[in-house]
């Protein structure tokens, strides 16, 4: 996924990797190169709760939705082609 850091206006825009199935199934954070925040992507195991609205909210696609905020799905595969699902 790629995300733009919403911490103290960091505004940096970074690509991260990580499996589906953690995604999906677990839980994923990733971290700001630039300033070091943290940001949740997944959470289903309910360790945020204090984020999640008490494990409500699943992954950043519930949490920006929450905050009014878009998220755009898109797929790269192995030859680089981006995909991108409504
Ligand atoms: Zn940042």
Redesign the pocket.
């Known amino acids: 996924m790629t995300f733009t850091?919403t911490?103290n206006d960091?505004g940096?825009r970074s690509t991260h990797e990580f499996a589906k199935k953690s995604y999906e199934k677990g839980v994923v954070i990733v971290q700001?190169p630039?300033?070091k925040?943290r940001h949740l992507i997944a959470d289903h195991l309910g360790w945020f709760k204090e984020v999640t609205d008490g494990g409500k909210l699943k992954t950043v696609e519930d949490l920006v939705r929450e905050k009014g905020e878009k998220v755009t799905k898109g797929r790269v595969n192995m030859d680089g082609d981006i995909e991108y699902a409504p």
Do not use: F, G, R
């Open positions: 850091c911490h960091c940096h700001c630039e300033c925040a």
